[in-house]
């Protein structure tokens, strides 16, 4: 059974960075795409970055284009989202999210609370 467990979420002023992770255990990682949802106080869960299963392409909501980076290293089983120039707007949830290339088989991690305020 795949798991997910996100982690480095937490407080920071507006402007500043961050970078939560998220480890993957239970099954072949390069077999996943992974992504990164937000979901903001009285909000529906959204859609924020996408690394696809062979490391070479990603894809961002066009509100997050150059200020979040998704990476990931197939080495340690690890996602990561480096978020930069924060603003309070994307304050919320941060789930991490993996889907199975052939089965579309999908599973998501408990969450890591990011806070962008003064």
């Known amino acids: 059974q795949v798991q997910l467990e996100e982690s480095g979420g937490g407080l920071v002023q507006p402007g500043g960075s961050l970078r939560v992770s998220c480890t993957f255990s239970?099954?072949?990682?390069?077999?996943?795409?992974l992504g990164w949802f937000r979901q903001a106080p009285g909000k529906e869960r959204e859609f924020v970055a996408l690394a696809y299963y062979d490391s070479a392409r990603t894809q961002y909501t066009d509100s997050v284009k150059g200020r979040f980076t998704i990476s990931r290293d197939n080495g340690k089983n690890t996602v990561y989202l480096q978020m930069n120039t924060l603003k309070p707007e994307v304050t919320g949830i941060y789930y991490c999210?993996?889907?199975?290339?052939?089965?579309?088989?999908?599973?998501w991690g408990q969450g890591t609370q990011v806070t962008v305020s003064s």
């Open positions: 999210n993996a889907v199975h290339l052939k089965t579309l088989n999908t599973y």
């Open positions: 239970g099954g072949t990682f390069s077999d996943y795409d």
